[in-house]
């Protein structure tokens, strides 16, 4: 089991910037899929990027172009660089971690097994 917390959140105004880290505790040879979700107050959970063991990267279509996530495997942690960001981007934000995620599951919940606490990101117009 590999343990994962979040950090980097906070509030920021319309515009802005964040990057949100994950770092990875025992047994980190889990991570050679991983992703990053959200979730708003009343909405369901969504994937938001993800990063294969060649670092394949997928992304949601509502963060092309704005969001970037990279792995740093020596140092075992996840990063999300978040860039113009949006008032709608406001939710809290979760890491994931799996050994495998097939191609159709990369931005699903389902498809990760081992999640982290999450860190809050609020934007305001």
């Known amino acids: 089991q590999v343990q994962l917390v979040e950090s980097g959140g906070g509030s920021v105004q319309a515009g802005g910037s964040l990057r949100l880290s994950c770092a990875a505790s025992?047994?980190?040879?889990?991570?050679?899929?991983m992703g990053w979700f959200r979730q708003a107050p009343g909405k369901e959970r969504e994937g938001v990027a993800s990063v294969d063991s060649d670092g394949m990267t997928t992304y949601a279509d509502s963060v092309k172009g704005r969001f970037t996530i990279s792995k740093d495997n020596a140092k075992n942690t996840l990063y999300l660089q978040m860039n113009s960001l949006k008032p709608e981007d406001t939710a809290m934000y979760y890491c994931a971690a799996e050994f495998f995620v097939t191609r159709a599951l990369r931005l699903a919940q389902n498809g990760y097994s081992n999640r982290g606490q999450g860190t809050q990101v609020t934007v305001s117009p």
């Open positions: 025992g047994s980190t040879f889990i991570m050679r899929y």
